[in-house]
């Protein structure tokens, strides 16, 4: 009985673990509701639900190499444009000193199913010394940008959605922390997202985690089994111990 109750206990642990590990996505700086709106009609024609952290490497005044780190704070100005093949979100912040800008494109692949994805993501900073101690060139302005980028797609007219972090690699010196993301560049309807298209990390994690519940499933299964076995053979000992002891 007293292995039983341990292996009630083990499972128990084993889910919790499980949970708390899917848990913990959160913990993000600040998450962030970004719309851009169509010049001609006023429509919301492209959303952004996303949290962004920056990591870039910069100069300092000794020649060693230091890392910026920052994120999209809560207020920021958002602007961009949506066509029919090409849309684009930019955000600025820090009083417009910063700016991220994604570009996104419609691409048709042999037949008629088209999807899109991010193909641009540039970056402009200053390099604030509360941002960048000891920089070798205190606010200077900084550009960079990557126009062969390949990420965050999705079927065109659905959203691309991706609840694990995604380490964007824009050049060498620049990355970009990516959490919760979801966003639509085209085909969005009454401002709201379309049906979600969820990225390979997160449908990686969802099948591990079901054959993780299959196995501890098995595993409960079987010691259950054992259990109530042990249990039948102990006291069917124990009533034929019994009869013996009477017949003799
Ligand atoms: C968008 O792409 C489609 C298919 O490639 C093309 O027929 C159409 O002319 C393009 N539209 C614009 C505005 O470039
Ligand atoms: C947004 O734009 C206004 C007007 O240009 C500016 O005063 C403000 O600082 C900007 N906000 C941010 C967060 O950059
Ligand atoms: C950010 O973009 C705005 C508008 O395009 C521009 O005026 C501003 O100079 C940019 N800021 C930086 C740091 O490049
Ligand atoms: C741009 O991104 C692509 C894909 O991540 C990468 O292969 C390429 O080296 C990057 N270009 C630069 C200038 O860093
Ligand atoms: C992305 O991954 C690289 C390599 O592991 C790491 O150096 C960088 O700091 C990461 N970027 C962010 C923003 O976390």
Redesign the pocket.
Known sequence: MSWLITTAVFVFVVCIEATSHRGNVGSSPSHGHFVVRDSTTGQICLIADMGLQFKILYTKNDGKFGTGVFSVPQSVNTTGFC???DSSLTLMFHDDTFNVTFDFV?S?KGGSVSRFHVSTIEISYTELPSIFPGTKSPDARRHVSNNTMNIFSADADKSYMCNANVNITVTKDASILARQVQLQPFGVKSGKFSSAQVCSQDTGNKGSFNIAAIVIGVIAGLALLGGVFAYVVFSERKRQDYHSLNSD
Do not use: H, Q, Y
């Open positions: 066509d029919s093949n419609k048709v």
